[in-house]
């Protein structure tokens, strides 16, 4: 192709073009970093034109989820720092508690989070609960756990609420057996999710039941409906040592697979 006419030179230029969207376009197929996927794509007989979002949308590989999910530990030597603000943490758990799935889209999860004197009361409750029941010669153990999980920077409370799991009962009587059952999957989807958005931030944490001893105290404390039924503690703070060990059962007990 002749470059001296503006015809010729055109022509160049639109195969330069074609052949550098070319290039983006096989390169995102294997980048393991986030890329600009194009908004819109518009083809004309010399070039294909892509139209970008003002902010890229970010990919997320397998690997990279399945990296979190491996690295995530049960912590219980949290210390009161955080690698993030807290207001960061909230984001973190008012987008899971958004775009979680739950059954028939009951949207029955309930989370409370608890920061600064808040953490260390929901402990102060446990640690009284279990004096009344736990021997005073066997709580020394027992008082030690609870202190590690009060040193933790902050606690998210896990609740589901039964008015949601009720009302879903009423609607769809032929399932009603299986709703209290099913909300108990949302509310494990949820307690992963934030664990592993913390993990990814660089947090560490657990998961308790101390439910239902502290149920009542905890609804009277911050005030919260009676229908929502606590089911699960969760400290978490910077981890101020790694985690034990974890040793596996062989895969293939665990999964069956066939083609």
């Not at 330069?16 to 197929?29: G, V």
């Not at 039964?162 to 059952?181: C, G, H, I, M, W």
């Not at 992963?192 to 560490?204: D, H, K, R, Y």
Request: net charge positive.
């Amino acid at each position: 192709v002749s470059t001296q006419s503006t015809g010729g030179s055109q022509c160049c230029k639109l195969l330069a073009a074609m052949s550098l969207a070319q290039k983006i376009q096989n390169s995102s197929c294997t980048a393991k970093t986030p890329f600009l996927r194009p908004k819109s794509v518009v083809r004309s007989r010399y070039m294909t034109t892509y139209s970008y979002n003002k902010e890229p949308k970010r990919v997320l590989p397998s690997e990279d989820v399945l990296h979190l999910l491996k690295n995530r530990r049960t912590i219980y030597n949290l210390t009161s720092d955080s690698t993030i603000p807290d207001s960061k943490v909230k984001d973190i758990i008012e987008q899971t508690v958004l775009h979680v799935p739950s059954s028939f889209n009951s949207q029955s999860s309930r989370v409370v989070i608890l920061f600064n004197n808040n953490h260390t009361k929901v402990w102060d409750i446990v640690s009284q609960k279990l004096q009344a029941i736990v021997p005073s010669d066997n709580f020394g153990p027992t008082e030690k756990k609870i202190k590690g999980f009060q040193s933790a920077h902050g606690t998210i409370l896990y609740f589901e609420d039964q008015n949601s799991v009720k009302d879903l009962q009423k609607k769809f009587p032929t399932y009603a057996d299986r709703f209290p059952e099913w909300s108990s999957h949302t509310a494990g989807m949820v307690q992963l999710t934030v664990w592993l958005a913390l993990e990814n931030e660089g947090l560490g944490a657990s998961l308790q039941h101390y439910n239902p001893i502290i149920d009542e105290d905890v609804r009277k404390e911050w005030n919260l409906p009676s229908e929502w039924r606590l089911v699960a503690q969760m400290p978490f703070g910077k981890p101020g040592s790694p985690a034990g060990e974890k040793t596996f059962i062989p895969i293939e007990q665990r999964v069956k697979c066939f083609f």
